[in-house]
């Protein structure tokens, strides 16, 4: 086989020099993202102090120790108007739990965010938190981050990917520094925000993400956020098989509370008023809930720490899988302003209490623990970032196995039971499709000259459309070809021209006698057979042009064939060929035992 040298020269990132000032933008954004996670937490603790406690402070508290008796109903119902105000006059993006608002921004509005979201999300979550809201503040730091990285990236002059890229470096510095997790953030911006895995966005984000997690230390502290006693390094069979069962029903509860979340969403649909009095109704019912069970209030830090310890009542974990999960779900169907990240971990935590009682011991807050990251890995179905995220909050790196087997196990669950995660069924609810899944594009990895024609018809230069009219009939074109190159004596391509064309010059009888090289199109788009077929795909989108002459490199042009949409379908279908088609390859064969002679008898 030919070797093309051209080839050899095609490197495995297309990455360029862009990266480094862009990745000198995100550490700015890192350390920005940093301020605002630390400010949006100082102002959730303000509200908190202000509404429960009647105190100007603003340390993180839980509203659950007040004394406000049933007067405390009526604290989330107000911050939940104040809310839905702010949602009608100023901003409706600032409804919902941040991530999906972050995906629309990035796929549909060109990694745009308006500057007034970046005050009014934070503001509007602390709110909602802060009047005790039973949701995290990772959700709208994220948004938050990515809305100061994107008003970053649109002071300069950026590409839509650009931008993208420091919209997602800011939402992961924000988690980062709000969890003191930068790997963890990383591998959130990948899984659920860049929809790539390129160094030109990987390098920027991870970077911006590691200034977040640098400059927490000084004014948020050290992690881990949740210290743990390490639990042992292996745990044996039936610790194992327990990891598979916890998966199971971790991945059975992301597909209820998925479930409830959007069923809250469709029930207040129906109701025939304005949805800015949504959130007053969830606020409500927030406030019900925290009366019957205080613990569910806020976001539930101490609660999960108090998990991972083991040191939590019964009836607390029951309060939580079913108080906190009721009006986690009917809040966030409201349109309210909150995240997702603490409640699943409080839930699943509470749901690692409950198999504690009949799982094998493994020490105190073990299966608290893997449960956590198993039902991050279902709901969110981001399984690496689930582990990860585990390992960082807890610095218990022996469970490292546990959360793997667990967390893959509540993903493949609920990539099976539902369509979509809790985060894509939303960004699906607004007319738009999200895939999460992550392949090497087949026409990436093929070449022009693995799907060109050579069987193809090409004029002679000095030939004229008299001359050749008999070659345009079925019976000597080959089938299919509207596209006609031009060649002189030695193969060389001296233009192209098309049927259409070639159909008008017959038809006109000034053109009859003039030759096909002063007729055809002298300046050629062509593909080379060591260029990949992405390469050409966009060439074809760059000019409009559907087929391209195949021509070998150098100043000669010897035509080697054609390539058009049609054998980039073929080559598209190849892979559909690999997925579809199953066959055996290897046959195991017994042998047999020698059969017994048969002879042919007289009788």
């Not at 089938?479 to 259409?500: C, E, F, M």
């Not at 598209?572 to 008898?601: D, F, I």
Request: with cysteine; aromatic share 6%; hydrophobic share 50%.
């Amino acid at each position: 086989m030919k070797k093309y040298p051209r080839a050899q020269e095609i490197g495995d990132f297309t990455a360029d020099w862009r990266m480094v000032p862009i990745a000198g933008l995100a550490i700015l954004i890192g350390l920005l993202s940093t301020g605002v996670a630390w400010a949006l937490l100082r102002l959730i603790g303000l509200f908190t102090n202000l509404c429960y406690y009647h105190r100007w402070d603003t340390t993180m508290v839980s509203p659950a120790g007040n004394q406000l008796g049933a007067w405390a109903i009526l604290i989330p119902v107000a911050g939940s108007l104040v809310i839905g105000l702010m949602a009608r006059y100023g901003s409706e993006r600032i409804r919902g739990h941040g991530i999906p608002e972050a995906i629309e921004s990035i796929l549909i509005n060109g990694s745009r965010v308006q500057p007034r979201l970046a005050i009014l999300k934070p503001l509007s979550s602390a709110i909602s938190i802060g009047t005790g809201g039973p949701f995290g503040a990772e959700g709208p730091i994220i948004m938050t981050g990515g809305a100061f990285g994107s008003m970053v990236a649109q002071f300069f002059h950026l590409t839509s990917v650009e931008r993208k890229t420091l919209l997602v470096a800011g939402a992961a510095a924000g988690m980062s520094a709000t969890f003191a997790s930068p790997i963890a953030a990383v591998m959130l911006a990948v899984e659920l925000l860049l929809f790539e895995w390129k160094p030109r966005s990987l390098v920027p984000v991870a970077l911006a993400s590691a200034t977040a997690g640098a400059a927490r230390r000084y004014i948020l502290g050290l992690g881990p956020l949740f210290p743990v006693s390490h639990h042992p390094v292996f745990i044996g069979p039936e610790g194992l098989l327990g990891c598979v069962l916890c998966g199971l029903l971790a991945g059975g509860l992301s597909a209820l509370l998925t479930g409830a979340v959007y069923a809250a969403e469709d029930s207040f649909a129906k109701l025939p008023i304005h949805w800015m009095w949504w959130p007053a109704i969830g606020g409500l019912v927030v406030g019900v809930g925290g009366l019957i069970f205080p613990q569910a209030l806020g976001v539930g830090y101490e609660t999960i720490g108090a998990l991972l310890q083991g040191d939590v009542a019964k009836t607390t974990i029951l309060g939580i899988l079913l108080v906190k999960s009721i009006i986690w779900a009917v809040a966030l169907g409201s349109g309210t302003s909150g995240g997702v990240l603490a409640p699943l971990l409080m839930m699943g935590g509470a749901l690692g209490g409950i198999e504690a009682i009949f799982l094998p011991n493994e020490g105190l807050g073990f299966w608290p623990l893997v449960s956590m990251g198993a039902i991050l890995g279902g709901t969110m179905r981001s399984p690496l970032t689930g582990i990860i995220f585990a390992l960082e909050l807890t610095h218990d790196v022996n469970v490292l196995l546990p959360l793997l087997v667990a967390s893959v196990i509540a993903h493949g669950f609920t990539v099976l039971v539902l369509k979509r995660s809790i985060l894509t069924e939303k960004v699906a609810r607004r007319g738009y499709h999200l895939s999460r899944e992550y392949a090497v594009d087949p026409l990436e990895i093929l070449f022009v000259r693995d799907a060109m024609r050579t069987n193809l018809a090409a004029l002679p230069s000095e030939s004229t459309p008299e001359q050749i009219q008999n070659s345009m009939s079925a019976k000597h074109a080959p089938r299919g070809q509207y596209l006609y190159p031009i060649v002189d004596g030695s193969k060389q391509l001296r233009g192209v021209i098309t049927r259409k064309h070639l159909q008008k010059l017959l038809a006109d009888p000034k053109a009859r006698d003039q030759s096909l090289g002063e007729a055809a199109r002298q300046v050629v788009v062509v593909a080379y057979p060591d260029e990949p077929l992405r390469v050409v795909v966009n060439r074809m989108a760059e000019t409009g042009f559907t087929r391209f002459p195949v021509v070998d490199r150098g100043d000669q042009r010897k035509l080697l064939g054609i390539i058009g949409l049609r054998d980039l379908l073929s080559a598209r279908s190849r892979n559909l060929v690999e997925e579809r088609t199953r066959e055996r390859v290897l046959r195991l064969r017994l042998p047999l035992g020698k059969q017994p002679e048969t002879t042919a008898s007289g009788d």
